[in-house]
């Protein structure tokens, strides 16, 4: 795209977008660069397809269930899988992880309107009694793996071009909290202009575009754009561990799912849980024309969400994804630089803007749409993708909303609960109800142990054990 401004707000005239110049002849020289370089970034032939696509067309095309069948998955050793393939599995992901090949990936370029926190949500504290962040969890889980491997982990972060700057203050003010900063390397996501419901782009001041970021999925290019790929070759890591930055039980890595992952020759595999209820909010593994999808709640009639299996009784399509990725590098960089790579989707939403006297507008209703792309549309175009089970306890516990399911009350107890069972596991003897619940607030620091495994280390290291009581912290045994 050109630079030169006379013939980029004709580019748009011309493109049916001149609206975004309308204030121009108002705004001071410095604001004018500002709306020029945010113009300049715009593909306007993207663009110009999304919105036939996608905003003419009425929405985004019907998913087509025709010839859809549950996607085949790992199953745990305790729900019918091969225990001995788990332990091979287990041991390739533990040689992987000491010969330093895997690298750690979050997604932090998201809005997160709904839980409605200001600020950057991986600064957002959810542990139950030291109140420690997203963030600092992942840290110390990141650290204490590169601890036990012998093999400091690196540590890639997206952001998006709204919270980059708060991010990296964060980790600064929080000297990186003990990790190596050489180790932790941020970048942003791309963005993309949202439009109204005629496909005009929309202004969200007199004098800059309504931008957000590009969805998760902008990952792959980011990886790319910014360098991070030829960085990973560099230091010899061929995989990423992708998981978000709302969800503190994750395993940042795990041996088990990164051994499958690398002993299938996959370039992209992903964990699944069986899906709680028909009803609930996961994306479904499919296989359509022998491709790996995932196909979102919202898009699969709820007769097939409903439908059971007569053999097991169980649900046909159980397999929900839960959004955590082993991801081969050169494979997110054909996909980077691929044609036509990931499809965008439309999400209409509220979007801040200006009326034709550029006054503030905050609208009570969706008046627009914004383009996201979503990492797991790249499992399609995948060399031997693998699904591989894992327990809801172990792994998942989002924070999406300020109340209700998927809130800091629920992840606060999730936590607890598995505190506890690691801990009753060891021996301890830990008052809970049939909840799980421990009868008051406890915590383990990831330096404790980060997993089941490595809790299981610290605790028989431990001597004398503490006694188990309200308030207790479990801090690094080193
Ligand atoms: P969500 O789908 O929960 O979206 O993101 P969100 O924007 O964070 O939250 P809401 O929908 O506004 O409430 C899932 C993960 O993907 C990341 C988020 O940071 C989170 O880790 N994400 C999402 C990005 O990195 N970039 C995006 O553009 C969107």
Redesign the pocket.
């Known amino acids: 795209m050109t630079t030169d401004p006379e013939s980029l707000i004709e580019s748009f005239r011309s493109a049916g977008q001149g609206q975004v110049f309308a204030f121009y002849e108002k705004l001071a020289p410095d604001a004018r660069s500002r709306l020029l370089a945010e113009a300049a970034e715009i593909d306007l032939a993207e663009i110009d397809r999304l919105v036939r696509t996608l905003v003419r067309a009425g929405g985004s095309p019907a998913v087509d269930v025709d010839g859809l069948a549950p996607a085949p998955y790992e199953r745990l050793p305790g729900h019918g899988g091969d225990a001995s393939a788990w332990s091979a599995a287990k041991a390739a992901g533990d040689a992987a992880l000491r010969a330093g090949r895997v690298a750690a990936f979050?997604?932090?370029?998201?809005?997160?309107?709904?839980?409605g926190y200001d600020g950057p949500?991986g600064t957002f504290e959810v542990t139950p009694v030291r109140h420690h962040s997203l963030f600092r969890v992942f840290t110390e889980k990141i650290l204490a793996a590169g601890l036990r491997y012998g093999r400091p982990l690196h540590w890639f972060i997206?952001t998006?071009h709204q919270n980059h700057e708060a991010t990296e203050a964060y980790f600064r003010e929080n000297l990186h909290f003990g990790m190596d900063p050489a180790r932790i390397h941020f970048f942003r996501?791309g963005r993309m202009p949202a439009v109204d419901f005629s496909g005009k782009i929309l202004l969200e001041t007199q004098g800059s575009l309504a931008l957000?970021?590009?969805?998760?999925g902008?990952?792959l290019r980011a990886l790319e754009r910014s360098g991070a790929l030829d960085l990973m070759a560099s230091e010899g890591i061929d995989t990423l561990s992708y998981f978000?930055?709302?969800n503190p039980l994750v395993r940042c890595v795990d041996p088990a799912f990164l051994g499958w992952h690398l002993a299938r020759r996959s370039e992209m595999s992903s964990k699944m849980v069986p899906k709680g209820y028909p009803e609930e909010k996961l994306g479904h593994f499919c296989v359509r024309e022998g491709r790996l999808v995932v196909i979102e709640y919202s898009d699969l009639p709820m007769a097939l969400q409903r439908e059971t299996d007569p053999l097991t009784g169980g649900l046909r399509y159980e397999a929900g994804s839960i959004?955590i990725h082993a991801i081969d590098r050169e494979f997110v960089r054909r996909m980077a630089r691929g044609d036509g790579g990931l499809p965008f989707h439309r999400a209409d939403k509220k979007i801040t803007t200006v009326d034709s006297e550029g006054r503030e507008v905050r609208p009570a209703k969706a008046n627009g749409v914004k383009f996201?792309l979503f990492v797991f549309d790249a499992l399609p175009s995948a060399g031997n993708p693998v699904v591989v089970e894992t327990a809801r306890a172990d792994d998942f516990s989002?924070v999406?909303n300020a109340e209700g399911v998927d809130s800091p009350a629920t992840c606060r107890d999730d936590q607890l609960r598995q505190f506890t069972r690691w801990l009753r596991r060891a021996g301890a003897a830990v008052p809970a109800g049939a909840s799980g619940l421990p009868g008051f607030p406890l915590e383990v620091s990831p330096l404790f142990g980060y997993d089941e495994d490595s809790f299981m280390e610290s605790w028989s290291r431990m001597s004398p054990k503490p006694a188990i009581a309200g308030g207790l912290v479990l801090e690094s045994s080193k």
């Open positions: 979050t997604v932090a370029g998201g809005q997160g309107t709904r839980l949500k997206m998006s996501q957000s970021p590009d969805g998760h902008g990952s978000q930055v709302d959004a996201e989002p999406k």
